[in-house]
């Protein structure tokens, strides 16, 4: 079955600074790669997502790459702020199939 | 966006007792619910993919015959805690995608915080 593999498992940057998460996923079928934020307690939230079709998709400051060949994908998050703080898992699946997630990233924005 | 309701948010019940918890799509129709379960500090671990009309499919290590899904209808399915233990303790949450749109987006519950005391 699919196995994901996510990096750091967590991130301290300034406010104002870059972040990236990498992942790895196993199952070369895999074809839809989302990207979801957990605040405490609360339910995951979908950020970006990006399907095996596109190698990049951007959404004002959260970008996310894909690399087929190299079975890898990362978020980018751009200018961040006190308010991206937060648990941020990635998650790999076969289109309509169940969702395999990530360890998940605890980022840390300082200001 | 589609929404999903998730029902308790929170319940605490002795050990051996059973726990249900629901999970409704409320504006859309859901061939297929999914149920997560998180430790804290932890990943989302499927448990279970719940489809409607059958019976459900467990992954590896998930107990079945402890944790009963049943997905009536296209717009509700339940798990079953039954005869929970303290190591249940967890936060349980039920994700569910739309038929129409099938934009591949899941959309989650708000999450049922289990404690078995």
Known sequence: GENVEQHPSTLSVQEGDSAVIKCTYSDSASNYFPWYKQELGKRPQLIIDIRSNVGEKKDQRIAVTLNKT????SLHITETQPEDSAVY???ASIWGNKLVFGAGTILRVKS | GAVVSQHPSRVICKSGTSVKIECRSLDFQATTMFWYRQFPKQSLMLMATSNEGSKATYEQGV??????INHA???LSTLTVTSAHPEDSSFY???ARAQFPN???LFFGEGSRLTVL
Do not use: Q
């Open chain 2, 73 to 75: 209808s296209l717009t």
């Open chain 2, 103 to 105: 934009t591949g987006e």
């Open chain 1, 70 to 73: 190299a079975k890898h994908f």
């Open chain 2, 93 to 95: 949450i039920c994700s």
């Open chain 1, 89 to 91: 898992f990635c998650a």
């Open chain 2, 63 to 68: 107990e079945k015959d402890k944790f009963l």
